[in-house]
């Protein structure tokens, strides 16, 4: 079993209780260890993610608290290869499950990630790019972050 650092930990200030039950349900039921990369954002920061293409939107959840990046951790270093991506998209499901908190994914976000049955995360995402596709989109993948949705998470007014 994995625990989050204090680094990590950290980054959680600000980042809805919900949400951060979540993140720490979900170290202790993943496979592989992994680190909260961002939480709670300034528009300064989302202003510069969305000048460098890692961002699409200025209208992001980290911004009110609503929204964390994850990335695996292999030996201290952090790694963004989808098959380790994918074991911790599979950890924040089933923690979204047993905290009774619905998820949105970068993975796919068109479908909640609480809500995707038994199908794995790499076929859930793939099934996104093929809906985008389909539709003369292209998909957007950012297989790190993770969201309350906003239909049921609002971000209070001013935010």
Do not use: C, N
């Not at 528009?43 to 293409?53: D, F, I, K, M, S």
């Not at 952090?78 to 599979?90: K, S």
């Not at 924040?92 to 809500?115: F, H, I, N, S, Y």
């Amino acid at each position: 079993m994995f625990i989050l650092g204090r680094t990590s930990l950290s980054r959680l200030d600000g980042v809805h209780p919900d949400l951060v039950r979540v993140v720490k349900r979900a170290i202790t039921v993943s496979d592989v260890d992994f680190s909260v990369v961002e939480g709670l954002r300034t528009v300064l920061r989302q202003r510069e993610l969305v000048a460098a293409g890692a961002s699409q939107t200025m209208a992001s959840r980290h911004i009110t608290g609503h929204a964390v990046d994850l990335a695996p951790l292999v030996g201290g270093a952090l790694r963004w290869d989808w098959p380790l991506v994918h074991r911790v998209a599979a950890a924040m499901r089933t923690a979204g499950r047993l905290e009774q908190v619905p998820l949105r994914w970068g993975g796919a976000w068109d479908v909640p990630l609480t809500d995707t049955g038994d199908a794995g995360p790499e076929e859930v995402s793939q099934g996104y790019a093929a809906r985008r596709r389909a539709a003369g989109a292209r998909p957007f993948l950012d297989g790190p972050h993770f969201e309350l949705p906003a239909h049921l998470y609002p971000a209070a007014r001013g935010a």
